[in-house]
Structures are given as structure tokens and as C-alpha cells.
């Protein structure tokens, strides 16, 4: 089955931890993306990549990390620096830049 | 001003109604748009696509897309318990190039 995965679906990070979600998609698609969503907002762009090597900053990048090594991973680190991390995370993957995107299931971030 | 903007509901409808959604974007230079549905806790789900004016219909759904007054709207008729959702709209700025959500409509169908 073609689609977008991501891991873990829960995570719970300590105080001034880093954490690493994951996102694999199968599709063959050359973009990937960063999505933050907070209760009742709409969804914001955190980072984005549009070939291996190379990614974007996104309007919310500060305290984030990301990395693309291979086509189909595109990692997120939430770093210590996030300072309000507790958020619902969606990764997406779209043929072209910013066409139709295709979202993973998503990681729930929580600080405890 | 939001540059992509939604009425956040809750809208309800009675099944088999009608339930209209409505998006409006600031960006006059956008050419593409997309309706998304996401459930309660679960990621968002396209349903729609639609790049020019007029209206773009699929089963149930149909978006509708007016450029000169920069609103998409999304129809679904007959409406189900099964479409109670949240739908986010989306458009992709030709300014900032990239894809911008509105905050979404909460939408209930009562049996």
C-alpha cells in the first residue's frame, strides 16, 4: 500500500528534551512537509523540502530541526529551544511543491 | 486580515440537507485549492481540488470557485452523520508559494 507513515503516533517528551518524529512516504513524491496544529487553529508550516538535501524554512521554524537524506524520510526534530511544543504533527508529501498534499496520520507531541 | 478564512462554526445540518462551507482567501494571485476533511484526532484527508472558476463536482461534493470575489465553497448534499467533520480549506499563494489552511468549519449533521 502506497501512503505516508509516521511514528510514533504518541510521543511524551520530558522538560529540555529533543525528540525525533518520523515520516516515510512511498509514494515517490519529491516534496515533503511540516505541519504544526494547535486546537482550533488551522494548520502551519514548520518546514518544508522540495528534493533530498535541501529543505525550507516554514513560518514556525524556530526551535525545529529537520533533515532529507533519502527521498522518502523526511525526520523533525523537536528541539529543546521549542518552547511550547505540545501539538499535534503532520507530515505531507506531494508530487510537485505545494500541489496536492497527502498527510500522514500524524505524531501527538505532549510535554509532561 | 487572515489570509485564509473560515467560519469556524459549529454548522449544523439536519441529514439529507444540504451543508455549504464557505472559504475566503486575500492572496487575488492564488490559483490553486483544496478542501480537506479531518475527523476528530485523526490527519486531514483531501476530498477536493479545484484550480478554475466554476464548479467542480465529485459524488456528493462540489466546490465551487469564484476568483474576482475570492471565495471557494464546498456543497455536500444529502449530508450523513459520516460527514460530520471538520474541513479545512487550503490555498496555495502565488506570493509566498506555498499552502496556506484556514482555521476550518466544525461541521455536524444530526440524524
Known amino acids: 500500500d502506497g501512503g505516508i507513515t509516521q511514528s510514533p503516533k504518541y510521543l511524551f517528551r520530558k522538560e529540555g528534551q529533543n525528540v525525533t518524529l518520523s515520516c516515510e512516504q512511498n509514494?515517490?513524491?519529491?516534496?515533503m512537509y511540516w505541519y504544526r496544529q494547535d486546537p482550533g487553529q488551522g494548520l502551519r508550516l514548520i518546514y518544508y523540502s522540495q528534493i533530498v538535501n535541501d529543505f525550507q524554512k516554514g513560518d514556525i521554524a524556530e526551535g525545529y530541526s529537520v533533515s532529507r537524506e533519502k527521498k522518502e524520510s523526511f525526520p523533525l526534530t523537536v528541539t529543546s529551544a521549542q518552547k511550547n511544543p505540545t501539538a499535534f504533527y503532520l507530515c505531507?508529501?506531494?508530487?510537485?511543491?505545494?500541489?496536492?498534499?497527502?498527510f500522514g496520520q500524524g505524531t501527538r507531541l505532549t510535554v509532561v | 486580515q487572515k489570509e485564509v478564512e473560515q467560519n469556524s462554526g459549529p454548522l449544523s445540518v439536519p441529514e439529507g440537507a444540504i451543508a455549504s462551507l464557505n472559504c475566503t482567501y486575500s492572496?487575488?494571485?492564488?490559483?490553486?485549492f483544496f478542501w480537506y476533511r479531518q475527523y476528530s484526532g485523526k490527519s486531514p484527508e483531501l476530498i477536493m481540488s479545484i484550480y478554475s472558476n466554476g464548479d467542480k463536482e465529485d459524488g456528493r461534493f462540489t466546490a465551487q470557485l469564484n476568483k474576482a470575489s475570492q471565495y471557494v465553497s464546498l456543497l455536500i448534499r444529502d449530508s450523513q452523520p459520516s460527514d460530520s467533520a471538520t474541513y479545512l480549506c487550503a490555498v496555495i499563494s502565488s506570493w509566498a508559494y506555498d499552502m496556506r489552511f484556514g482555521a476550518g468549519t466544525r461541521l455536524t449533521v444530526k440524524p
Open positions: 505531507a508529501s506531494s508530487i510537485g511543491l505545494f500541489t496536492e498534499a497527502f
Open positions: 492572496d487575488r494571485g492564488s490559483q490553486s
Open positions: 509514494l515517490n513524491h519529491d516534496a
